[in-house]
C-alpha cells in the first residue's frame, strides 16, 4: 500500500510487560493522532530467541494478530522492548514508519527513529533521548487520579505516598535494608500527623509488603498490596501526595514521581548502581530528587518544576517524520 494512502493512527506493539506497553502507549497518547490501537506479541522460536535480528518467515513469527497486521501494514508503528524491535523491522521493510523504544542493542539504523533514556549510551542521527522514562503522567492525568479517588481527601495531610518496588541488578537491596526505614517513616507521620498512601509492585517481596502492613498498622492511610486490595488506585496516589517516597529500582517509578509537582525523596538511593545511579544523580542535580526522608523536610512553599519529558519527545517525534 502507498505511504501516503495509510493510516497514521499509530499501532502500540510489546510484548505485553506493563513497563513496556506503559511508555509506547504513553507516547502514542502524546502524539495526538486520534488514537491508537494495540498489539501484543506472542513469539515463538527462534524469533523469540534471536530478536531483533531478521530471520526468513519473521512476519509469522511474533503471533497471529501480527501476521495479520503485516497483511494490511500501518503507517506508523511504536514499540518497546527487544521483542518489539523485531516486530517493528519486518513493518519497516515494507513501508512502516517506525520508532523504537529503549536500545535495541545493535544499529540504529533499522529504525526510522529510536527513543532512550539518557543513561544508556546510544546516540546517532536519529536516536532521541530523554531524562527518565517515558509516562502519563501530567496535570490533566493527576487531575483525573484525583477525581476517580476522590475518598483519598478525607486523609489527613500531609499525605505521604510511599512507592516500593522490589530488588534488581541495578538495585540491589534486601528487606533488611528497608524495614527500619519504613518504621522511620511511620514514625514520623505518627510524630507528625498525616497519612500514607502506599503501593507494592509485582516485583516487591512478600516479606517487604508483610514488613510495610506491619510498620503502618495504626497509621491512617491506604495501602495496596495485591489484586485483591481491589482497583490499584496508583493514579489517586500521585495525585492526592503531598510528597513522595520511592524505592531506587525503577526508572518509570521515580519518572512518574518526578512528573507531579510534589517533593520527591529516593530510598537505598546509595544502593543503585550503574545507568540507574547515573540517572538518580542526574535528577538530584536537576533538583528533582531528594534523599532518605528529606522530602518530608522540604518546604511545601517551594516552586517545583515537574519532569515531563513525554510531550517534547513526541514533539519531536511529529517533526521528524511529518505526522
Given at each position: 500500500?502507498?505511504?501516503?494512502?495509510?493510516?497514521?493512527?499509530?499501532?502500540?506493539?510489546?510484548?505485553?510487560?506493563?513497563?513496556?506497553?506503559?511508555?509506547?502507549?504513553?507516547?502514542?497518547?502524546?502524539?495526538q493522532?486520534g488514537?491508537q490501537?494495540?498489539?501484543?506479541l506472542?513469539?515463538?522460536?527462534?524469533?523469540?530467541?534471536?530478536?531483533?535480528?531478521?530471520?526468513?518467515?519473521?512476519?509469522?513469527?511474533?503471533?497471529?494478530?501480527?501476521?495479520?497486521?503485516?497483511?494490511?501494514?500501518?503507517?506508523?508503528?511504536?514499540?518497546?522492548?527487544?521483542?518489539?524491535?523485531?516486530?517493528?523491522?519486518?513493518?519497516?521493510?515494507?513501508?512502516t514508519?517506525?520508532?523504537?523504544?529503549?536500545?535495541?542493542?545493535?544499529?540504529?539504523?533499522h529504525?526510522?527513529?529510536?527513543?532512550?533514556?539518557?543513561?544508556?549510551?546510544?546516540r546517532?542521527?536519529?536516536?532521541?533521548?530523554?531524562?527518565?522514562?517515558?509516562?502519563?503522567?501530567?496535570?490533566?492525568?493527576?487531575?483525573?487520579?484525583?477525581?476517580?479517588?476522590?475518598?483519598?481527601?478525607?486523609?489527613?495531610?500531609?499525605?505521604?505516598?510511599?512507592?516500593?518496588?522490589?530488588?534488581?541488578?541495578?538495585?540491589?537491596?534486601?528487606?533488611?535494608?528497608?524495614?527500619?526505614?519504613?518504621q522511620?517513616?511511620?514514625?514520623r507521620?505518627?510524630?507528625?500527623?498525616?497519612?500514607?498512601?502506599?503501593?507494592?509492585?509485582r516485583?516487591?517481596?512478600?516479606?517487604?509488603?508483610?514488613?510495610?502492613?506491619?510498620?503502618?498498622?495504626?497509621?491512617?492511610?491506604?495501602?495496596?498490596?495485591?489484586?485483591?486490595?481491589?482497583?490499584?488506585?496508583?493514579?489517586?496516589?500521585?495525585?492526592?501526595?503531598?510528597?513522595?517516597?520511592?524505592?531506587?529500582?525503577?526508572?518509570?517509578?521515580l519518572?512518574?514521581?518526578?512528573?507531579?509537582?510534589?517533593?520527591v525523596?529516593?530510598?537505598?538511593?546509595?544502593?543503585?548502581?550503574?545507568?540507574?545511579?547515573?540517572?538518580q544523580?542526574?535528577?538530584?542535580?536537576?533538583?528533582?530528587?531528594?534523599?532518605?526522608?528529606?522530602?518530608?523536610?522540604?518546604?511545601?512553599?517551594?516552586?517545583?518544576?515537574?519532569?515531563?519529558?513525554t510531550?517534547?519527545?513526541?514533539?519531536?517525534?511529529?517533526?521528524?517524520?511529518?505526522?
Amino acid at each position: 500500500m502507498p505511504y501516503a494512502k495509510r493510516s497514521m493512527l499509530p499501532w502500540t506493539i510489546t510484548d505485553g510487560r506493563a513497563g513496556n506497553v506503559r511508555q509506547a502507549v504513553a507516547l502514542a497518547s502524546a502524539l495526538q493522532l486520534g488514537g491508537q490501537q494495540r498489539l501484543q506479541l506472542h513469539p515463538r522460536a527462534p524469533w523469540r530467541w534471536l530478536t531483533p535480528r531478521l530471520l526468513p518467515g519473521a512476519a509469522q513469527g511474533f503471533g497471529p494478530a501480527f501476521a495479520q497486521l503485516t497483511e494490511r501494514m500501518p503507517g506508523l508503528a511504536i514499540g518497546c522492548g527487544r521483542q518489539a524491535a523485531g516486530a517493528l523491522r519486518v513493518l519497516r521493510q515494507h513501508g512502516t514508519r517506525t520508532v523504537q523504544i529503549l536500545d535495541p542493542r545493535i544499529d540504529a539504523r533499522h529504525w526510522d527513529l529510536l527513543v532512550v533514556p539518557d543513561h544508556d549510551h546510544l546516540r546517532g542521527d536519529n536516536v532521541l533521548t530523554l531524562l527518565g522514562s517515558l509516562n502519563p503522567v501530567d496535570d490533566d492525568w493527576l487531575a483525573w487520579g484525583r477525581a476517580a479517588f476522590s475518598s483519598f481527601e478525607q486523609l489527613p495531610g500531609p499525605r505521604t505516598a510511599l512507592l516500593i518496588g522490589g530488588p534488581t541488578d541495578h538495585a540491589p537491596w534486601q528487606e533488611q535494608d528497608v524495614q527500619p526505614l519504613l518504621q522511620q517513616l511511620a514514625a514520623r507521620i505518627r510524630a507528625d500527623g498525616g497519612s500514607v498512601l502506599a503501593t507494592t509492585s509485582r516485583r516487591t517481596p512478600r516479606a517487604v509488603t508483610q514488613a510495610l502492613l506491619r510498620a503502618f498498622d495504626d497509621v491512617p492511610g491506604v495501602i495496596w498490596s495485591d489484586g485483591g486490595d481491589g482497583s490499584n488506585p496508583y493514579a489517586g496516589l500521585l495525585g492526592w501526595a503531598d510528597r513522595i517516597i520511592c524505592t531506587p529500582d525503577s526508572v518509570n517509578l521515580l519518572s512518574e514521581a518526578c512528573a507531579t509537582r510534589v517533593p520527591v525523596g529516593v530510598l537505598l538511593g546509595q544502593r543503585a548502581q550503574a545507568r540507574m545511579a547515573h540517572f538518580q544523580q542526574s535528577l538530584r542535580e536537576r533538583g528533582r530528587l531528594l534523599d532518605g526522608l528529606a522530602a518530608l523536610d522540604a518546604d511545601p512553599q517551594q516552586r517545583i518544576e515537574p519532569l515531563r519529558e513525554t510531550t517534547r519527545i513526541a514533539a519531536e517525534v511529529k517533526l521528524r517524520l511529518g505526522v
